[in-house]
């Protein structure tokens, strides 16, 4: 694996993850943040994000999870 995608994480929920308002109490404005999900990735997935985008990659059959996995698709 040489790459890493970033997408939603897979163990909060919408509402978990994204606006997160991380400014101290008191603050004027907003300091608001979203939490991202990394996966690593082979080259030839990096390389079919590149060119498909990441829902379709997504939505393929793989194991975001599984660091010893071989890759989903074939170059």
């Not at 978990?16 to 008191?26: C, E, Q």
């Not at 939490?35 to 079919?48: C, K, L, M, N, S």
Request: glycine content about 10%; aromatic content about 10%; proline content about 7%.
């Amino acid at each position: 694996m040489t790459a890493f995608c970033a997408f939603a994480p897979m163990v909060l929920e919408r509402d978990d993850y994204l606006g997160i308002d991380v400014g101290v109490p008191g603050h004027k404005g907003h300091d608001v943040i979203n939490i991202q999900g990394t996966y690593p990735i082979h080259e030839v997935e990096r390389q079919f994000i590149n060119e498909h985008g990441l829902e379709v990659f997504w939505k393929s059959d793989w194991e975001p999870t599984d660091v010893l996995r071989r890759p989903a698709l074939d170059g």
